[in-house]
């Protein structure tokens, strides 16, 4: 009994040692510095589960500073800095001496800065491994986190506040903003809905929570919560959650999660397992995404839904939309068949 105790403790110990001296690697200090380009070294979190540094774009000497997850083959992006305007190769990033973050090209120009740093001294950046990359003070207070400057991806432990939103991207190969956008609004709904580029002029949603109520505040939404077990849920300020998933997910313990407002408007969660079977890999498979059918909840008043202008919608088998041209249009963007057509 009191042998096992013993041991027990003695694992404690091990496991909180180990996390400090992981902690440790992750704290990047000021001076610090990326240099883009292709397999430059990367910032790793503790135990190696996400990675921060410099990316190429597919088929361009261009470059994202992006989060990945690094420990499977599809490095996949979770992140990213300067999609609207990648950066050329030889471009710098940068922890200053005083504690500012940025990135910036051959000739020093600025090509991305942090947004909204709260005020104090930076100490140090750290990559943690929920996929946070964070700029903190010496109370190891955050100043600047990237899970409050959101992109197209939420992860397990991430939280949605009132009024945050996230952006899908053009494709799957191009990070600049696209056309749909997912937003906490202040009456308590979690709604999807298309824009117009580059006003951002929000068209009629295509899904809304039921998490409403305008007789009793207490009883609306007020936060989207993505919980350390891996389940989408929007809470409630009297604290009831409604659950996103209608479903048990395989435990967060064998596979990683991600939920991702796609480039074609779906909002969808994707498991990944964590380790190969037999030498060789799955990828990302959906485990759940809204709305049901986006072709039909999609077809906009004043918008143009999911396929543009001049385009009609059809679901794929998996309750993807496929957008076709209206006879005697063509595509605007044959790259991207989502972006409407023109005669
Ligand atoms: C990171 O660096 C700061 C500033 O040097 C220090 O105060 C802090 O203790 C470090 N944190 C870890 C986890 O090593
Ligand atoms: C991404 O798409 C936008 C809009 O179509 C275009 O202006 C931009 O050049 C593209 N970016 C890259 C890196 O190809
Ligand atoms: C929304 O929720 C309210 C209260 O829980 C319920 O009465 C109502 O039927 C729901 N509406 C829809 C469209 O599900
Ligand atoms: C996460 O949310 C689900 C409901 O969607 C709940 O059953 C589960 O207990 C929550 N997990 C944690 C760690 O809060
Ligand atoms: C959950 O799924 C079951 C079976 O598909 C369905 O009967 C039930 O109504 C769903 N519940 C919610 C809250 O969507
Ligand atoms: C593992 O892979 C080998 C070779 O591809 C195959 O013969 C074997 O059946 C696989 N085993 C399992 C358990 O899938």
């Not at 000021?30 to 540094?53: H, M, N, R, V």
């Not at 991207?169 to 191009?174: E, F, M, P, S, Y």
């Not at 979690?190 to 039921?210: D, K």
């Not at 909840?297 to 679901?315: I, K, Q």
Request: proline share 5%; with cysteine.
């Amino acid at each position: 009994m009191a042998l096992s105790l013993l041991l027990h403790l003695l694992g404690l110990f091990l496991v909180v040692e180990r996390l400090s001296i992981a902690a440790q690697t992750a704290n990047i200090s000021l001076g610090s510095s990326l240099t883009a380009s292709q397999g430059s070294f990367a910032w790793q979190s503790p135990f190696g589960t996400f990675a921060f540094g410099f990316r190429r774009i597919v088929d361009q000497d261009l470059f994202l500073l992006a989060i990945w997850y690094d420990k499977i083959p599809d490095k996949t992006i979770v992140w990213y800095a300067n999609g609207d305007n990648p950066a050329p190769k030889g471009s710098k990033l940068e922890l200053t001496a005083d504690g500012q973050l940025t990135l910036t090209g051959h000739r020093s120009q600025e090509i991305w800065k942090p947004q909204s740093v709260l005020s104090g001294r930076v100490a140090y950046a750290a990559m943690l491994d929920t996929g946070n990359f964070v700029l903190a003070n010496n109370n190891g207070d955050y100043l600047w986190q990237s899970f409050k400057e959101l992109k197209d991806t939420v992860l397990p432990t991430q939280v949605l506040e009132i009024g945050e939103k996230l952006n899908s991207r053009q494709t799957a190969n191009n990070f600049s903003q696209g056309s749909f956008q997912l937003q906490l609004k202040s009456d308590g709904r979690l709604v999807l809905y298309p824009i117009g580029l580059p006003t951002e002029v929000a068209y009629q949603p295509y899904y809304q929570s039921n998490t409403s109520d305008a007789v009793d505040e207490m009883n609306s939404g007020y936060q989207l919560s993505f919980n350390e077990s891996g389940y989408l849920n929007v809470v409630r300020r009297n604290g009831d959650i409604d659950k996103l998933i209608n479903k048990t997910l395989l435990p967060i313990r064998d596979y990683y999660y991600r939920a991702t407002l796609d480039s074609d408007g779906l909002f969808t969660q994707y498991a990944h397992p964590k380790s190969s079977k037999n030498g060789s890999w799955t990828s990302w498979s959906p485990v759940w995404s809204i709305p049901d059918n986006i072709c039909f909840e999609a077809n906009g008043d004043l918008g143009s839904g999911p396929c543009g202008y001049n385009s009609y919608c059809r679901l794929n088998a998996n309750r993807r939309p496929i957008c076709e041209c209206l006879p005697g249009f063509s595509s605007l963007d044959p790259n991207n068949k989502l972006s409407g057509s023109n005669e």
